[in-house]
């Protein structure tokens, strides 16, 4: 089976962009969709990206997917940043039985 | 609306068992699948299973088959995960989730479990 790896924790300024990578281990990152939850402290995940790029309706158009076969990772960039987006952002994709794999989670800090 | 209400907290014993109930509501139950997920105290998610409402079919992590069952009833909309010789490790909040194909488009509320003798 493959892993998912994301930084632990990443902190940027509002009005500015972030990006949060996640590498997947061995296989290719393009095999297989990869989704993106965000999680606010005490409150359930809620999906901002599902198959690689698109958003869920309701989800601003600041947050977007991509996928880059060269580092084999997916990446979620969040651009003007609103303090309201720090959050604990997971990735996520599949194996080859269908099981879904999460990436360990990246602490985003808006200060 | 569509919202996914799950049963209240739980304390159980180790070995024994939980089942947490999902109740659907405010769309066609069996159109959609429903996914587990969990989250132990301050740690990351954990994909449990996927069980599609329309026929039961299930598909089980790995970590956990054998000890896990999902089930449905599509007479009152309600997905069930029952976890069965319970660890101190399972002490965790869970999870459902409406799947339509690769999107999670709504999340329960969670349900915490305490495993503690």
């Known amino acids: 089976n493959f892993m998912l790896t994301q930084p632990h924790s990443v902190s940027e300024s509002p009005g500015k962009t972030v990006t949060i990578s996640c590498t997947r281990s061995s296989g290719s990152i393009a095999s297989n969709y990869v989704q993106w939850y965000q999680q606010r402290p005490g409150s359930s995940p809620t999906t901002v990206i599902y198959?690689?790029?698109?958003?869920p309706s309701g989800v601003p158009d600041r947050f977007s997917g991509s996928i880059d076969s060269s580092s084999n990772s997916a990446s979620l960039t969040i651009s003007g940043l609103k303090t309201e987006d720090e959050a604990d952002y997971y990735c996520q994709s599949y194996d080859s039985s269908n099981h879904w794999v999460f990436g360990g989670g990246t602490k985003l800090t808006v200060l | 609306q569509v919202q996914l209400v799950q049963s209240g907290a739980e304390v159980k014993k180790p070995g024994a068992s939980v089942k947490v109930s999902c109740k659907a509501s405010?769309?066609?139950?069996?159109?959609?699948?429903i996914s587990w997920v969990r989250q132990a105290p301050g740690q990351g998610l954990e994909w449990m299973g996927w069980i599609s409402a329309y026929n039961g079919n299930t598909n089980y992590a790995q970590k956990l088959q054998g000890r896990v069952t999902m089930t449905t009833d599509t007479s009152t909309s309600t997905a069930y995960m029952e976890l069965r010789s319970l660890r101190s490790d399972d002490t965790a909040v869970y999870y459902c989730?409406?799947?339509?194909?690769?999107?999670?488009?709504?999340w329960g509320q969670g349900t915490l479990v305490t495993v503690s003798s």
């Open positions: 989730a409406r799947v339509d194909y690769d999107l999670i488009d709504y």
């Open positions: 198959e690689d790029n698109q958003r």
């Open positions: 405010g769309y066609t139950f069996t159109s959609y699948g």
